[in-house]
């Protein structure tokens, strides 16, 4: 009898194992990126890009397309949430959704508008959403119109705006839970923002290998929201890196300024005459690849405020100016120029976010947690109505180290500048 029962515990455990809900591949739709747009109040339509594992088999790749077969699907329903629209689109596929490897998720500016918080409940709590997701709001634009956009890269819309993102400087598969950090921390959030770009200049197709430019997805920005996480507005993509640097977040970044005759001739010369546009035409690029940021909240008559210290490092990558770069000084007047014109556009993005948006997405309240934990419980509950006031100390500090191959541009013979 013992021994009956022995055998009987051994057994039963392999009887009762193994996987019963597995879900087979070739059951699975597998989503790489998902879309959300406001209808009307309380109805949400959802947009899914789904993997054609019939056209990932054939062979070749081009414009977007697989063997003449596009590479993805778009798939719409609507329902009064993400879950209920969800089990809405399952109604038309013949395979079990799969957001497992959903790496990117778009808002439509309307939702955005309304708020995000209806949809975001979902993505915190589901299991099969990655915290380390991009999610991306549609300036001016619904998600399913950029995802129903073939971009020709690619074989996915999906997987496009992800690798513009990351080229463009910023950090990827964070957004997400970057937006949950900031949300649960200051109180207010960002998130990168998307347009559709139409072709800057139309030209016919002739033949049929012509390939003219076309509508596309590009990174406008980044998209700001209030504390009642509604949109509270924008900045484009020449403000968007001053977020990233003051963050320390910004990995690479091409800036470009014009150094006039003034710069030749007379060392330090008013900012206002470099920026003025008035010799437009002569400007410096700088390709900048390290950058670092220190902030430091101070108090004053018990005010807070903070000394932000930029820091990067860089070489020229263009010389369309009369400065003869062969010469050290030159090299110094550029750097110069750069720090004015750089510590500017920083103090003009930071004043609009502050008067604007009134929404800190610098994250100084997180430093004034981390510095003085005692006197943020004091002003947690106010730093909304205290952010756009507080007093900032922004040094930029630039380092060129290189000037490419040549020093000498062509111009200074032409123009009159340095020999």
């Known amino acids: 009898m013992y021994r009956k029962i022995t055998a009987l515990f051994l057994i039963l455990p392999l009887l009762l194992t193994g996987c019963w809900d597995r879900q087979e591949l070739n059951d699975q739709a597998i989503v790489l990126g998902w879309g959300m747009d406001l209808v009307k109040e309380g109805v949400y339509l959802a947009t899914a890009n789904l993997v054609l594992p019939l056209a990932s088999k054939s062979g070749g790749q081009q414009g977007g397309e697989q063997g003449g077969r596009s590479g993805f699907m778009t798939e719409s329903a609507y329902g009064k949430n993400n879950r209920d629209a969800e089990q809405n689109m399952q109604r ?75 080229k ?109 546009g008035a010799t437009s035409g002569q400007t410096v690029t700088v390709n900048v690849d390290t950058f670092k940021s220190r902030i430091t909240p101070v108090f004053d008559d018990g005010q807070p405020g903070f000394r932000i210290r930029l820091e990067g490092k860089g070489y020229i990558e263009e010389n369309d100016s009369p400065l003869n770069l062969s010469k050290p000084g030159n090299i110094e007047k550029v750097e110069a120029r750069m720090n004015e014109y750089l510590e500017e556009r920083v103090k003009e993005v930071v004043k609009k976010v502050q008067k604007d948006f009134k929404s800190d997405i610098f994250g100084l309240g997180d430093k004034l947690h981390q510095f003085h934990p005692y006197r943020w419980k004091k002003l947690a509950a106010e730093w909304e109505t205290t952010f756009p006031d507080v007093e900032l100390d922004i040094k930029v500090k630039l380092n060129l180290t290189g000037t490419g191959i040549t020093g000498e541009s062509l111009l200074p013979n032409r123009e009159g500048g340095d020999k």
């Open 92 to 166: 038309k596929l013949s395979r079990v959704l799969f957001p497992g490897h959903r790496r990117n998720i778009f808002i439509g500016e309307k939702l955005a508008e309304h708020g995000v918080f209806s949809i975001l409940d979902e993505y915190g709590r589901s299991p099969m959403v990655r915290p380390r997701t991009n999610i991306f709001v549609v300036k001016e634009g619904t998600a399913q119109d950029a995802m129903s956009l073939a971009y020709q890269l690619e074989t996915n819309p999906a997987i496009a705006v992800q690798k513009i993102q990351e």
């Open 168 to 276: 463009s400087g910023a950090p990827i598969s964070r957004s997400l839970l970057d937006f949950y950090i900031m949300a649960n921390g200051t109180g207010c959030g960002i998130m990168p923002a998307l347009t559709i770009l139409p072709p800057e200049v139309k030209t016919d197709k002739k033949s049929k290998n012509d390939s003219p430019p076309q509508t596309t997805l590009g990174l406008y920005g980044a998209a700001i929201f209030n504390s009642q996480l509604k949109l509270a507005g924008y900045l484009n993509h020449n403000e968007y890196w001053v977020r990233l640097w003051i963050t320390d977040q910004l990995t690479g970044w091409i800036f470009t300024t014009i150094v006039n005759a003034i710069d030749a001739d007379k060392p330090g010369g008013a900012a206002a005459d470099a920026l003025s």
